[in-house]
């Protein structure tokens, strides 16, 4: 799926917000991941701009989504991530999730 065009990125976000409500309680997954399993190879920016284009109506639960390296992007809402992520039993340890414990594995 190519992400150029106003249409095809529609859809392509649209898949991306999908995955992103697939992720489950008390798992997360990375930007790359969320756009591999998209079929966005390398696309792991484009991920992070649909997180930072959609609204509270979407009601995509964001803080599941972490950097490829497991830690939390440095930005206004950490503390937030980081206090919901916890809320679901996910250890964050100085602002890093141990990915081989944590990370959905998407079947």
Not at 9 to 31: L, Q, R
Not at 87 to 97: D, K, L, Q
Request: contains cysteine; proline residues 4%; charged residues 25%.
């Amino acid at each position: 799926m190519l992400i150029r065009g106003d249409e095809l990125n529609e859809e392509a976000a649209d898949t991306v917000k999908w995955i992103i409500e697939s992720i489950p309680y008390g798992s997360v997954a990375t930007y790359g991941q969320i756009a591999e399993i998209a079929g966005l190879p390398r696309s792991a920016r484009f991920v992070a701009r649909v997180l930072s284009n959609s609204g509270e109506t979407d009601c995509l639960p964001w803080h599941r989504v972490i950097r490829a390296d497991g830690r939390i992007a440095p930005r206004l809402s950490a503390d937030e991530q980081i206090k919901r992520l916890r809320a679901e039993c996910v250890e964050v340890i100085n602002g890093r999730v141990n990915l081989s414990r944590f990370q959905w594995s998407e079947s």
